[in-house]
């Protein structure tokens, strides 16, 4: 069985399917594009979230999510990628979003909208791996290769 992370259901700060395994990043990896698909044999996942009532069916959402995919083997060969090979140092190589959202509770289902972002890129070397000081939602250059939002239907986990 192989495992993605990434997307409306997981790391929201993500695009579905580009993050891992561990710290390897695809060099071919178009942001503006879904077209990538790395996998792993090991997940990881934590995500929270709050939902305070803001009005009748609509609820706010605050979240974190936090986790990687890793492969059991390190890749060998001339296609080998470097990093996949899930290890102690697993917790440095953690991926971490956060954002905001809206619930609309409609009895019979829930629609969802969330906009997050990185806070953590485990592909950077370690030292610069934190990003929160990166963060300029006035630099449309951030926004586009950093701002995620995700439409979907029912609550993410």
């Known amino acids: 069985k192989q ?38 044999d090991i997940k990881l996942e934590f995500n929270t ?8 069916i609509v609820k706010g ?3 974190i999510d936090a986790g990687n995919i890793w492969l059991q083997r390190e890749e060998t060969g ?3 990628r470097p990093g996949v090979k899930f290890s102690k140092d697993f917790l440095k190589e953690l991926a971490v979003d ?17 906009l997050a972002f990185p806070v953590r890129k485990p ?3 370690e030292g610069t791996r934190m990003v929160l000081g990166n963060i300029n939602f006035a630099d449309k250059g951030w926004r586009k290769d950093n701002l995620i939002f995700n439409l979907a239907i029912g609550y993410p986990f």
Request: net charge positive.
């Open 3 to 40: 495992f993605f992370i990434g997307g409306t259901n997981s790391l929201r700060g993500f695009r579905a399917r580009t993050l891992g395994p561990g710290t390897y990043r695809d060099p071919n990896i178009d942001l503006g594009k879904i077209s990538a698909d790395q996998s792993g």
């Open 98 to 114: 956060a954002g905001l959202g809206l619930r609309f509770d409609l009895t019979f289902l829930v629609l969802r909208t969330d």
């Open 49 to 56: 979230e709050y939902r305070p009532k803001i009005a009748g």
């Open 123 to 125: 592909w950077l070397p």
């Open 78 to 80: 001339r296609l080998a």
């Open 61 to 63: 959402a605050v979240f």
